[in-house]
């Protein structure tokens, strides 16, 4: 079962957003404060906000599949659980004190996305915008490519599919783009990650509505 929690940021609120560091760990406050620009500071402030703040109530019947948190309300000391966090030599964070909850968090733009998950979980979001050209030819496989190519006009929008797609599994591994985006494809109908060598299902993917100016996917293991 996975949960996702969507936020917007909004410059109109950022500095009751950056009060809200307060609620950290000292181990966290340094974690936000590694970015140099005030935006990636909110962005990484506001997924742990989330994480720490739902957690623990990932299971319960009031969230729905994809939940938009608006405003600051729910980031308060006592919605916050006494998670611990450790990240392995990849970058990927896990909850160390509890056995069966499992997060990833993404930004793109002003949107900042929280998978929490039962079980091993990736998740990506990616605003739709023009790429340069040469960049599926270079990274993608020759399915991905024949996929783009299909629709002229839905061009942009099937690039940031795939490559939103193809990010939710190189988190679910851990392996970040050193997975190699050239050695797995996406069946959209199947919605199901596939070795490009030996067509083996690797992951499981699902698509979330979020913003018609986003794409965002979730991967998990088969």
């Known amino acids: 079962m996975i949960k996702i929690f969507a936020y917007k940021l909004d410059e109109n609120n950022a500095d009751i957003l950056l009060d809200k560091m307060s609620l950290l760990s000292l181990k966290e406050k340094e974690y936000v404060c590694r970015y140099k620009y005030v935006k990636d500071q909110l962005r990484s402030l506001t997924g742990r906000l989330m994480l720490f703040s739902f957690a623990d109530r990932y ?13 600051t309300d729910d980031f308060t000391k006592e919605n916050m659980s006494d998670i611990s966090i450790v990240v392995d030599e990849n970058g990927k ?6 056995a069966n909850i499992f997060f990833n968090i993404s930004h793109s733009k002003d949107y900042c996305i929280l998978a929490l998950a039962d079980e091993e979980v990736g998740v990506d979001i990616q605003e739709i915008k023009p790429l340069k050209t040469n960049i599926p030819k270079r990274f993608f496989t020759d399915t991905d490519n024949e996929y783009i190519d299909q629709n002229e006009d839905e061009k942009i929008e099937r690039f940031t599919e795939v490559w939103s797609a193809k990010e939710s599994f190189a988190k679910l591994t851990g392996n970040g783009i050193g997975e190699g985006f050239s050695t797995f494809y996406e069946d959209f109908e199947k919605m199901v990650i596939i070795d490009a060598k030996n067509g083996e299902i690797k992951a499981n993917l699902k698509c979330y509505e979020i913003d018609d100016g986003y794409k965002c996917f979730s991967s998990t293991y088969v």
């Open 59 to 71: 299971t319960d019947d009031c969230y729905k599949e994809i939940n938009y948190i608006s405003g």
């Open 93 to 98: 964070g896990r909850i160390e004190n509890r």
